[in-house]
């Protein structure tokens, strides 16, 4: 599994350990990757994505899932969230 955010394309980032001496070796950044299962109004039926903890928070601010989504880019997202987008955008035309 990639550590990677379904919704905003955060994943793992490099750089330095320093040390008081100033030796420089390398480490990689991990995001804070959560399980989460959010709700879809307009779908209705929950849906289980692994994000960061940041976008989790912009998805609350945004006023839900459904907002996010459609306001999200296409290429930050991943195809599984791609696919929500669409079935989304689907059902709010059918409405």
Do not use: W, Y
Request: with cysteine; net charge positive; charged share 25%.
């Amino acid at each position: 599994m990639a550590r990677r955010c379904e919704l905003t394309g955060k994943g793992v980032m490099t750089g330095n350990n320093v040390s008081h001496a100033l030796n420089r070796t390398r480490r990689r950044f991990l995001p804070n990757l959560l399980n989460v299962t959010l709700l879809s109004e307009t779908l209705g039926r929950p849906v289980k994505l692994r994000i960061c903890a940041a976008a989790l928070r912009t998805v609350e601010h945004r006023g839900g899932l459904d907002a996010f989504l459609l306001k999200q880019d296409d290429a930050d997202m991943s195809p599984l969230a791609q696919g929500l987008k669409k079935e989304l955008r689907a059902a709010l035309a059918a409405a």
